[in-house]
């Protein structure tokens, strides 16, 4: 199920945007290195998304953090990853807050106003427990472990969905890289970094916010495999619908 929803994905990320000039050895090379347990740069400054100054460290010290990066002009899947997670925190507790950090410096606070709007409206409770962030976000980028890639012929950066959790006091406590994280396993960890703890690594399969070019082939060996699984998954169910419908009619038969 998990790769099939992984390609669907991809599948409509490239029929949004098929163009993907990167090469394939630059898009291998980016995903999360996971720093479990380093804290993030407290002191760092960004304006949210009302034009106002942020200093990080001000948005710690209460209810655990939910870390999502965007880049709020993306083509493909950012906004689509953003509500998700929101459908995700919808339904669980107000005990976090959700802190979206744009990695396109050039993105000023009104691109990020439009994704809120278009993303968070219709999640009022995680709307208001969530702050967006533009500016130079780089030393937050290198703190988490986030490998990127900005394509200038296209104005887009390839960089991969996921979410960071961090505990109170400003420290990694888990990685959950899928494009669209289920409710048990982001209120499992947000609860997890409440308590001041710090997760296991996680096994990852990069998903990028990219445009894809399928033709050429220009995604990463294991998305490759999640097609592949997926084809396979849905040869196997029609399958098994063909037979079902066989018995049935036989059964009526009879």
């Known amino acids: 199920m998990r790769a099939a929803v992984l390609a669907l994905c991809l599948l409509l990320a490239a029929a949004g945007h098929a163009r993907a000039v990167l090469a394939s050895g630059t898009i291998e090379g980016l995903g999360f290195t996971q720093r479990l347990g380093e804290a993030v740069p407290k002191g760092l400054v960004l304006r949210d998304d009302g034009d106002a100054s942020v200093r990080l460290g001000g948005l710690l010290g209460g209810p655990p953090v939910v870390l999502l990066f965007a880049d709020y ?13 929101a459908a995700a925190l919808a339904g669980g507790t107000d005990a976090y807050r959700l802190v979206v950090v744009g990695i396109d410096p050039k993105d000023g606070p009104p691109l990020a106003a439009a994704m809120r709007a278009d993303q968070l409206a219709a999640f009022p409770s995680v709307d208001r427990n969530a702050t967006l962030l533009t500016g130079d976000a780089s030393p937050l980028v290198e703190a988490v472990g986030l490998r990127y890639a900005y394509d200038p012929d296209d104005d887009q950066f390839a960089h991969p969905a996921g979410l960071v959790v961090l505990t109170p006091d400003g420290r990694i406590s888990k990685y959950l890289l899928d494009v669209a994280v289920a409710p048990g396993p982001l209120g499992a960890a947000v609860e997890g970094a409440g308590a001041g703890g710090v997760g296991g690594l996680v096994r990852d399969l990069v998903l990028l916010c990219y445009g894809h070019d399928l033709l050429k082939g220009i995604h990463t060996e294991t998305v490759v495999r999640a097609l592949q699984v997926a084809g396979v998954a849905s040869v196997l169910g029609i399958g098994l619908l063909v037979v079902r419908l066989g018995r049935k009619r036989a059964g009526g038969e009879g």
Do not use: H
Request: charge should be neutral; hydrophobic fraction near 30%.
């Open 73 to 85: 002009d993306c083509k493909t899947l950012c906004g689509t990853v953003l509500g998700a997670t």
